[in-house]
């Protein structure tokens, strides 16, 4: 079920308001840049169409709660990531416990996942960063700050994408469980406009709690 940032807070808040009882697992997923200034079936002069449908699709069929919009315009990262941090407020008022949330972020969204992590700095939310750090990033990004269960996922060949190890070194916040997978598709950065099972199926044993895969 994928239901839109605002509309889907409001629904669980008040079906557990009701005494629902709250079991469910969420995914807060946040797509890439192209999909910002694009339409659904545009297609990237290298990648192809960012299949954000499909994506969604394959969270949904694992039994996740997803929650997620199309972003339109070239939004602030920051600023988008404290109105995702409000839902997320949302969500634990009303009974939802942090574990059971899982931050998804590919590429910019990565970005505004990291912004998220940084800014409601509770290290029991669950968090995967997809394509989205590079070496430069400590220096241009300082105020960046990990906190949660994170997940770093990136590719071989995608420029766009590296080991994100210094930046939890350098992080202030006690991160209980941190792991890195890095892929080879051969696909550059444009692994990530597909629901590859590479990528989406750790991000789904991650927002599982399964913080311990191989």
């Known amino acids: 079920m994928k239901i839109s940032l605002l509309t889907g807070i409001l629904f669980y808040s008040t079906l557990f308001a009701c ?17 910002e200034t694009h339409e659904l079936e545009e297609s990237h002069p290298d990648f192809g169409r960012t299949e954000y449908k499909e994506i969604l699709s394959e969270f949904e069929k694992s039994g996740l709660k997803v929650i997620s919009e199309k972003r339109n315009g070239n939004v602030n990262a920051r600023e988008y990531a404290q109105e995702v941090v409000k839902q997320i407020d949302s969500l634990i008022s009303s009974g939802v416990e942090p574990n059971k949330i899982t931050i998804v972020g590919t590429s910019k969204g990565g970005y505004i996942a990291q912004y998220v992590s940084t800014l409601i700095n509770n290290p029991n939310l669950n968090f995967v960063f997809i394509a989205s750090y590079r070496e430069n990033d400590i220096q241009n990004i300082p105020d960046i700050n990990y906190c949660g269960n994170i997940l770093n996922i990136f590719e071989k060949s995608d420029p766009y994408g ?46 599982n709690g399964n913080y311990e895969m191989e």
Do not use: Y
Request: one cysteine or more.
């Open 19 to 35: 005494g629902n009882k709250n079991d469910d697992r969420f995914v807060f997923f946040l797509h890439n840049r192209f999909l």
């Open 162 to 207: 590296v080991s994100a190890i210094k930046r939890k070194e350098n992080s202030t916040c006690d991160i209980e469980n941190f792991k890195e997978i890095e892929l080879n598709t051969g696909m550059g950065h444009g692994f990530l406009f597909k629901p590859l099972k590479e990528w989406i199926e750790p991000t789904i044993q991650w927002a």
